[in-house]
């Protein structure tokens, strides 16, 4: 049997998962992960500017300059490989521990929040937001359903998961735009 938690440990629970989400967010923008050095970014240029001319020159006539030029592109690319593979050796270990921390953070939240309200309802809904769904009620709060006077008990779990995603949204909209994706995805046409 459930014991029911404080009225306010719901809107408790979702504040303390929105400060989280915001500080993900913040996190996520504040990463340079995403940025392109010198050295890099005069090798995409060159990259881009090879495959347009290739591309311009791609007629019969002119076949065998288009050929050249596109085995260049694909040296260039290659040296971009190989210097991207040398600078994420050269950051080391701490890089992935820099870019995993939120996530075992996230983790640790979410487990402290279950254990915490385990065995407590969170918050009660009415019965009659189950119906399409109540086959799915489990026996315990479908018999406790009496005693709550047609309310059901909610329990930490599904209202992790309804306050995760609500939050998650919120903090998107609060923080901005999301950030341009890693480097490794920029094309070159």
Do not use: C
């Not at 009225?7 to 992960?33: C, G, M």
């Not at 190989?82 to 979410?110: C, D, H, I, M």
């Not at 309804?162 to 923080?175: G, Q």
């Amino acid at each position: 049997m459930m014991e029911e938690a404080p009225v306010s440990a719901a809107a408790a629970i979702f504040v303390i998962l929105l400060l989280l989400h915001l500080f993900l967010e913040y996190y996520s923008r504040i990463t340079p992960t995403g940025q392109l050095r010198p050295q890099e970014r005069e090798l995409v240029k060159e990259i881009r500017e090879l495959h347009r001319a290739a591309d311009a020159l791609a007629t019969p006539a002119t076949f065998s300059k288009s050929a050249k030029l596109k085995r260049s592109a694909a040296a260039k690319e290659k040296e971009l490989a190989l210097l991207r593979q040398n600078l994420a050796l050269q950051k080391g270990w701490w890089l992935s521990l820099y870019s995993t921390a939120p996530n075992a953070l996230e983790v640790v939240v979410y487990m402290i929040l279950a254990q915490w309200f385990w065995h407590t309802s969170v918050a009660t809904i009415p019965a009659s937001f189950l119906q399409p769904v109540s086959f799915l009620q489990p026996y315990e709060l479908s018999s406790n359903k009496e005693s709550l006077g047609g309310e059901v008990a909610v329990g930490i779990l599904p209202w992790l998961a309804l306050t995760s995603r609500v939050s998650k949204f919120v903090s998107t909209k609060i923080v901005g735009k999301p950030p341009l994706k890693s480097a490794a995805k920029v094309s070159f046409q």
